[in-house]
Antibody, heavy 118, light 111 residues
Framework: QVQLQESGPGLVKPSETLSLTCTVS????????WSWIRQPPGKGLEWIGY???????YYNPSLKSRVTISVDTSKNQFSLKVSSVTAADTAVYYC????????????WGQGTTVTVSS | QSALTQPASVSGSPGQSITISCTGT?????????VSWYQQYPGKVPKLLIY???KWPSGVSDRFSGSKSGNTASLTISGLQAEDEADYYC???????????FGTGTKVTVL
């Protein structure tokens, strides 16, 4: 049973870089695609981007200039960086797996809350 | 790329059927049979209900069904139950530039 767990700072200052890691357990990261999704408080889901095990990444055009997703197959982890954050980046950040059912996200992490505030 | 449009809320009585629409454009929903649906309880993690418009992942009840016509996808919940009260989101592939876009979300209330 594959499980995902997000980790990283819960508080980030404005203009700094938000960094999160998703650890994959119970299975290999060297298959499937791996996504990041976020949900601002009281709002809907927003797709951020995804990466495959070989490192090919794709981003939401509205965030592309500030987002980087990377993968570390040796640690079975993938990561998200969002630069120049503002209060609008405050959200619950989820990592998720795609590929078992086409492009649908079938396994999700528990989510981690990131607040952007000074 | 704008979010797909869903009704803010839909309600129904136990046992009834309800349908949630997800309206996009010819660049996303209308062009690809890659619409998925997710259920989310407050404060909880989204759960995959439907993929590729109308297919069920393993373990999902067949009370949930999906369809598509033109630029609009739909999720139907049959035999509505109290446990179906949750938020529902659609998501569509939107081509090689945009990739994925979520819907605005629909709150389902069981009367």
């Amino acid at each position: 049973q594959v499980q995902l767990q997000e980790s990283g700072p819960g508080l980030v200052k404005p203009s700094e870089t938000l960094s999160l890691t998703c650890t994959v357990s119970g299975g290999s990261i060297s298959t499937y695609y791996w996504s990041w999704i976020r949900q601002p408080p009281g709002k809907g889901l927003e797709w951020i981007g995804y990466i495959n095990y070989s490192g090919s990444s794709y981003y939401n055009p509205s965030l592309k200039s500030r987002v980087t997703i990377s993968v570390d197959t040796s640690k079975n982890q993938f990561s998200l960086k969002v630069s120049s954050v503002t209060a609008a980046d405050t959200a619950v950040y989820y990592c998720a797996r795609m590929g078992t059912y086409g492009y649908a996200m079938d396994v999700w992490g528990q989510g981690t809350t990131v607040t952007v505030s000074s | 790329q704008s979010a797909l449009t869903q009704p803010a809320s839909v309600s129904g009585s136990p046992g009834q059927s309800i349908t949630i629409s997800c309206t996009g454009t010819s660049s996303d929903v209308g062009s690809y049979n890659l619409v998925s649906w997710y259920q989310q309880y407050p404060g909880k993690v989204p759960k995959l209900l439907i993929y590729e418009v109308s297919k069920w992942p393993s373990g999902v009840s067949d009370r949930f069904s999906g369809s598509k016509s033109g630029n609009t996808a739909s999720l139907t919940i049959s035999g509505l139950q109290a446990e179906d009260e949750a938020d529902y989101y659609c998501c569509s592939y939107a081509g090689s530039s945009t990739r994925f876009v979520f819907g605005t979300g629909t709150k389902v209330t069981v009367l």
